[in-house]
């Protein structure tokens, strides 16, 4: 019975940042064109579920110090009804290949600009 | 690829979903992603079944034997002369106990989770 409480939980909270986690690699990332490239189609694909306000994809360091959220792409939405649409319609998909991972992401750290989580 | 600008390339992502076989139900994707791959809460999380399963299962709850044992406190009896804290009930009260701290320390990590129906969250007293 605990075990079916657990779950039937809610997962995670919904948030208007999503995150999609395993999505672009390091290389791609260090390619200007490349860059503006899976800026452009985040930009569209994920303009699709609402309106988008905001995409953020951590690059690497030219320092070589690790960044944190490498990897990751964050989307920040103007309300919940539309992150919870582009959970649903993202997680799963394939972005080059890779299959994205699509989950919330807590609105304070990503508006302070954290994203290693 | 750097080829140009080249506007007109494919987007990386691939055509309208074609959704994997078996579709993972919806809290089974927050599971694979969310807040419970945090190992302490797994650990938390798995004690509390453990410890729900053993206060469910009604075997007894302290079997240690004879010789392993502390002492008991004075035994407290009822109006009609029964025993309250026995072995048994004493150890039933500890098991609640740290089902109830974990739950607490679980809430604390993870707001979302939703707390067993008889959890009674600690109050806050002197």
Known sequence: IALQRFM?????????VLCLTQVVSVDELND????????????????????????????????????????KVFLEYADVESSSRARQGLNGRKFGGNEVIAVFYPENKFSEGEYEA | DGSGTGRKRKSRWADDEPKPLIQLPDFMKDFAGGIEFDPEVQALNSRLLEISRK????????????????????????????????????AREKLNRERQEIISQIIKKNPAFKPPADYRPPKLQK
């Open chain 1, 8 to 16: 039937l939980q809610p997962g995670a909270l919904a948030t208007k």
């Open chain 1, 32 to 71: 200007d064109d490349d860059y503006q490239d899976i800026l452009e189609d985040m930009r569209v694909e994920c303009g699709k579920f609402g309106a988008l306000l905001n995409v953020v994809i951590p690059r690497p360091n030219p320092s070589g110090e690790p960044t944190p959220g490498l990897g």
């Open chain 2, 55 to 90: 206060l469910q299962s009604g075997l007894p709850l302290d079997d240690r034997p004879e010789g392993a044992r502390s002492p008991s406190p004075e035994p407290i009896y009822d109006n009609m002369g029964v025993r309250i804290n026995t072995r048994e009930y004493r």
